[in-house]
């Protein structure tokens, strides 16, 4: 899937038994001895200042990529290493926009045993397969065998990003973590996107023209329903695929993670679901296999799993559709759950609420006069009508982004 950026755009399941273990994700930096990964280039000052400990530009793109492995470590579980092929390439980019990134699974399975998958006759993405599996369904021998890839996940960049005034207008990559500084935009994130396709944030449907992969579903279209119609996408024709990947605002994914989590956003979710990207064109890459740009949530966040990069995203809301497919997450907050809504509690004495996301005080949660609360959110923490703070009563909210940020 490819991820684009546009100027002025650019600012700056559990279905399956959890494995008690963490994924672990192993990259191969498969550009040339001098260019993109391996480029031994003077490193970038801003990164450097940012943190990034490479010493020449090559290592810090290394370092800002594995990064993102760590936080998709904290997300993900599974016993089988996800491997990663990283090249930095020519991609398409002019003065306005340019395609970031491109990823996706080498190679999709189904009906494997042992551990087989929810869904019979359903394609599902290597990675992912694998987890489920708990087991590797192709090693190297097997790829070379079958003429695929070793590696699980094919990820490629744009290094024309860096140093072409003719693209982007000038901005370059940034390196670091956290927010990119003015004319950069987040190498970091980018790379955090690209991995979500990798896991199976993608269908294998050719939206063209509706057909599926061989006439098998995919894991990622079981979820996805057309509210025009009240059709899945399983039960719709070709045509009608084809149809409803243009039908904007009624293109929206319905699985029930997704669903119990739909406090995270605050537009994007008007009619119930949750909408996909479905522009009245198609856009080969960025059609389907994205949420749609409407969301956003309380603090004017993108949901970083949207096809353009805006400089200001967060996960609302990709975790639980991953989990629909068949991930099995653990929080990256020390167990903490995303969102926490407290309502019809009456508090007394000192007590302290934590989300890794949103904490949410809602209808009938009362402090009393002996109360002493102190509440805190990755993201913020959001009151609603009908709480209530009783003469005497203390409250203390705060934002601790080193839950909830990237």
């Given at each position: ?19 008690a ?32 400990p ?22 993900l579980?599974s ?9 930095m ?38 990675a ?12 190297a ?109 009624d ?8 669903l ?59 975790d ?5 497919i ?15 809504l407290?309502?019809s ?62």
């Open positions: 899937m490819n991820r684009r950026a546009a100027l002025p755009t650019i600012a700056a399941l559990a279905l399956v038994p959890a494995l273990i963490g994924a672990t994700f192993q990259a191969t930096y498969s550009d040339g001895p001098s260019e993109g990964f391996n480029d031994p280039s003077a490193p970038q000052p801003e990164s450097q200042s940012a943190g990034n490479g010493m020449t530009l090559g290592e810090q793109r290394q370092w800002a990529f594995e990064q993102a492995f760590d936080w998709w470590d904290a997300r579980q016993s089988v290493v996800i491997k990663v092929d990283a090249q390439n020519d991609l398409a980019c002019n003065s306005s926009s340019a395609t970031l990134g491109s990823a996706g699974t080498t190679a999709i399975f189904r009906n494997w045993s042992p551990h087989p998958p929810v869904f019979a006759n359903t394609w599902y993405g290597q992912l397969a694998n987890r489920i599996r708990q087991s590797d369904l192709c090693n021998s097997c790829a070379s065998s079958q003429g695929i890839p070793d590696e699980d996940i094919d990820a490629e960049f744009n290094k024309d990003v860096d140093n072409n005034n003719s693209c982007l207008n000038g901005v370059d990559w940034f390196y670091g973590l956290g927010e990119a500084p003015p004319g950069f935009i987040s190498f970091y994130r980018t790379v955090l996107h690209e991995i979500g396709h990798g896991v199976n944030f993608q269908t294998f449907v050719d939206i063209t023209n509706g057909t599926k992969m061989s006439g098998f579903d995919d894991v990622f279209m079981k979820f996805l329903e057309d509210h025009s119609t009240g059709e899945s996408w399983p039960q719709m024709t070709n045509a009608e695929r084809q149809a409803s990947a243009t039908d904007t605002g293109l929206h994914w319905a699985g029930p993670q997704v119990a989590a739909i406090n995270s956003v605050t537009s994007g979710a008007a009619k119930g679901h949750v909408e996909m990207y479905a522009p009245g064109a198609i856009m080969k890459g960025s059609s389907v296999s994205h949420w749609d740009t409407s969301l956003a949530d309380a603090g004017g966040h993108s949901e970083f799993m949207e096809p353009f990069a805006t400089g200001a995203e967060k996960d609302m809301l990709t639980e559709a991953l989990e629909d068949g991930w099995s997450e653990f929080s990256a907050c020390g167990g903490l759950q995303d969102e926490v407290l309502q509690t009456t508090v007394t004495g000192s007590q302290s609420y934590s989300a890794c996301r949103y904490l949410i005080l809602g209808n009938g949660f009362v402090i009393d006069p002996t109360g002493d609360v102190q509440a805190t959110g990755g993201y913020g923490v959001a009151l609603r009508p009908g709480f209530e703070i009783k003469s005497g009563g203390a409250f203390t909210a705060g934002t601790d982004t080193s839950l909830g940020e990237f």
